[in-house]
């Protein structure tokens, strides 16, 4: 596939142009647009001929307006599963679906994709980011802008700049210096940039990167300085929901467009600021131009929409993708490849299996028509199977959401003012834990749920909520509180997943029972006024021990096992960050009591994120499986069945235990998130520390086997290098090998740099017994340093050793390039 080449970066004269237009307008209209109509679109000013422009999540499919009931999406692999294909065409493919799916909602900027690096394994938005790697992550990335904006739709990249993890997001102080701000945490943005993003968003931390500590969306340096001027971005700058606390700073430091609103902190406070002259005319006048040329670019201003031609099954797509992204951990002697018409009997354990995990939790979230389920894939793929699933243990901490159908629920809302006094009562359809959009006349909830228990023995009732409340089950007090809470309950962790007291309720004979709270409304300022009450409820049922040996029972009576452990929403979120590695529940107990009677079991870990694996050496058949989005089932059947090679490579280091991680968290110290390991990320540390993980970066085997024949390095036009492999496919089955080339140099006193990094890579599809030329481009920028004393890149003149192969430490070639004058040691920059 050719990719078009990058969007003209020469749009200073079309900005001249539309800064004129903006000049001819009202500045009551100026300072209107520059926040949002409501929560994803910005206003229509009919004068120039400019409609609304229209935003949504991102980055796992795009969700919608939130303007249709029961509105659903397609739900794509996540992120993390994508980068885990190291293929370029296959980003800028799901680049092109997601164009091709904003479009199918009306929507014309995609809040996508999130090119934050993996710097913690336990950061909570690790499944939207692509690698630990800074290269690895600006291919990707840049290949999905461009896929999306081929086909004539924005892409918001997003959260600039180093915001890598959850705690105290919205408060706390990424501390970067310049040279690792650079080398590692901007480099995705620049790329994102060169491929020609249309918008980016402005983060929620603060940044201090030694110039200026400064809130993102007020952060002059970075946005104006380095975003607009040093990286030449032409789009605008949006704040991340609620993110902006500022009027003046904000609006002087770069930042675009307040999101959402109406409301929030420019608005009216902007126009007064604007008229006692403390924001100059032309700060408004360019960040209307700005938002001018965005609707341009999308269609939204004087030219067309541009027609979607990607037209290829989406399906297709997100099933294709979610197998060919999974990676082969271990592969050691069982056959993990079955013929359709071969077991006759499958035995499908473990949580995942039952329910798997096919997106990470938070504002990523799309609702699927369907989830293909594991067992509906295997049963599709190997029809004469008799596939029985058995959970095995329950790896959730909380009771399941309470299934309101099945228990006939009825829920009547009660809207009282401020005086108590019953304004309406409305009966509602459903629940998913929210009642959004309550009018300001409203003041507080009665919520009743009356709903069928029929099955004898203790059930557990648990309702989670937020702020000021009083709850009672069965008419037995459960919990109250008068403490009021705002916007936290949007983005603060410990706030938005709530647990909630349980009560016991013991049923002799089927009854219905009536969970009754009362709750004040929420002001979530952006979001509205709202009130928040999960609604879990577990069932008797067998315990825990009866559970796994049922498991085990089963493994040992089938032909084929597949057992699928993971995480799960109370785990991986946007929110928070994990306080452990380790898989929840008893899965890890399972996995070894499966292996004990099946060795040959194929273990499928459904995570998005790191964790812990104590019996992975134990195991012949281990797949990382990711969120593999809605057609996991399928993904999975075609692995087993062979129909296509799960030829991913790990983005990220797998650690063998939790106390050999090198950066553990993300946890701030008075305030202060301290990027103190400077340029030394994920496996770049490894290779510094003397334990070895429990998978490199880059590991993956696939089906099949490869020999690296030889590698020849030279230097390339662009001062980068250019690598020539030869490698032959010497197993049986033809496979997708990715040839990746890493870059070492003997250290030079006073330059820091990782001892080995990744340069670049390329794959190639092989057929059994096969040799096949790859070419891998080595960037120049791969090769530079940035010098902080003089603001700029400069390409040391050295010789670079290059090492080739299948990961950071199955290196199966080294060569060497010299670069620039090495007998002087001059750079060349
Ligand atoms: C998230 C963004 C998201 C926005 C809109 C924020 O809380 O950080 O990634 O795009 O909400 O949903």
Redesign the pocket.
Known sequence: MTLPSLASRHTSAELDDLRAIARTLPLEDKVALLTGLNMWSLRAIDSIGLREVTFS??PVGVRGLGLIEGETSILFPSPSAISAAWDRNLAFEVGQAFAREARGHGVDVV?AP?VNIQRTPVAGRHFECYSEDPYLTSVVGAHVVRGIQDQGVAA?I??FVANDSETDRTTATSRVDSKTLHEVYLAPFDAAVQAGAWSI?A??NQTDDGTESSPMTAHSHLLTDVLKGELGFDGVVVS??VATRTTVQSALGGLDIV?PGPGGPWEGKLLAAVEAGLVPDEVIDNQVARILLLARRVGALDLPIKAISYAADVRELVRRAAARGTVVLRNEGAQPVWDREAPASIALIGPNAVRPHVLGG???TVHPEHVVTPEEGLAARFPRANVVVHRGCDSRMLAPQLDLASRRAVIEATHRGADGRVLRIEKLDSWDGWLRGLPVETASIDLNVDFDLDEPGTHAIQVGTVGAHRIEVDSVPLSSSSTEVGVEV??DSSINNPEGAVASVVIDAPRRVRIACSHVVIDAEGYGRLIRAELRHRAPGPSGDEELIAAVVAATAAEMTVVIVGTNEEVES?GWDRTTLALPGRQNELVERVLDVAPDAVIVVNAGAPVILPWLKRARTVLWGWFPGQEAGHAIADILAGVIEPSGRLPWTLPDSENHVPVPDGLPVNGVVDYAEGVHVGYRAWERATHAPAAPFGHGLGWTTWNYLDATALPADDGGVTVTVNVSNTGNRTGREVVQAYVSTTPEPGLERPVIWLGGFDSVQVAPGETAVVTVEIPRRQLEVWDVPSCAWKLPARTYMIHVGRSVTDIRLDTAVQIGDVTTGRSTT
């Open positions: 999540d991102g809040l999130q918001c997003k959260h968003m983060a929620y991340d929901w999101m938070g504002s990523s949007i983005l946007e």
